[in-house]
T-cell receptor, first 112, second 119 residues
Framework: KNQVEQSPQSLIILEGKNCTLQCNYTVSPFSNLRWYKQDTGRGPVSLTIMTFSENTKSNGRYTATLDADTKQSSLHITASQLSDSASYICVVSASSWGKLQFGAGTQVVVTP | GAVVSQHPSRVICKSGTSVKIECRSLDFQATTMFWYRQFPKQSLMLMATSNEGSKATYEQGVEKDKFLINHASLTLSTLTVTSAHPEDSSFYIC???????????????FGQGTRLTVV
């Protein structure tokens, strides 16, 4: 069973609207959680990285939250743009230099 | 952020031939490189981890004789798919981490990926 579960699997939103992606994990011990954006046919690009002591972190219109107690994270996209269309991947690491556990990703499509 | 360059971005080869994919860290010394495989609409699957100067560690189910990994320098790792078959067609991605990165934890920088098609 995958230790990192993401939802929804995919979503379609109108340009300018906001959306929130969810990530639940069972990885333990926990070191850090990352959100990556992956455009089709490209490698993932880091959006945010949070350790257990961080509750929220922003990168432009992207805001990630983390609840290490419930092992949940979310990625909020504000005022979506067409260029936000991509797969968003939640990745959890069990230690500072440990193996990364990847979620399956949420495919976001932003329509005009 | 740090840059990882992967080449080629796309390759088409005939069944039975071998293909080499390169992964270079451009502005840091990559002590560890990771090779992933990704099927359409699926997550990245770790194939192997390589540390500079030592043999790669392969994940369970990955054939080490088929997917040859070399990490001979701190800036270059290569993945060679030997005797390629159509089922090897996939998206291959490398990532790197190492010295010189301003981080207290592993910041994984990914290459652009290589789309391999075996015909």
């Amino acid at each position: 069973k995958n230790q990192v579960e993401q939802s929804p699997q995919s979503l379609i939103i109108l340009e300018g609207k906001n959306c929130t992606l969810q990530c639940n994990y069972t990885v333990s011990p926990f070191s850090n959680l990352r959100w990556y954006k992956q455009d089709t046919g490209r490698g993932p690009v880091s959006l945010t990285i949070m350790t257990f002591s961080e509750n929220t972190k922003s990168n432009g219109r992207y805001t990630a939250t983390l609840d290490a107690d419930t092992k949940q994270s979310s990625l909020h996209i504000t005022a979506s743009q067409l260029s936000d269309s991509a797969s968003y991947i939640c990745v959890v690491s069990a230690s500072s230099w440990g193996k990364l556990q990847f979620g399956a990703g949420t495919q976001v499509v932003v329509t005009p | 952020g740090a840059v990882v360059s992967q080449h080629p971005s796309r390759v088409i080869c005939k069944s039975g031939t071998s293909v080499k994919i390169e992964c270079r860290s451009l502005d840091f010394q990559a002590t560890t490189m990771f090779w992933y495989r990704q099927f359409p609409k699926q997550s990245l699957m770790l194939m192997a981890t390589s540390n500079e100067g030592s043999k790669a560690t392969y994940e369970q189910g990955v054939e080490k004789d088929k997917f040859l990994i070399n990490h001979a320098s701190l800036t270059l790792s290569t993945l060679t798919v030997t005797s390629a078959h159509p089922e090897d067609s996939s998206f291959y991605i490398c990532s790197a981490t190492g010295q010189g990165l301003e981080s207290t934890y592993t910041e994984a920088f990914f290459g652009q990926g290589t789309r391999l098609t075996v015909v």
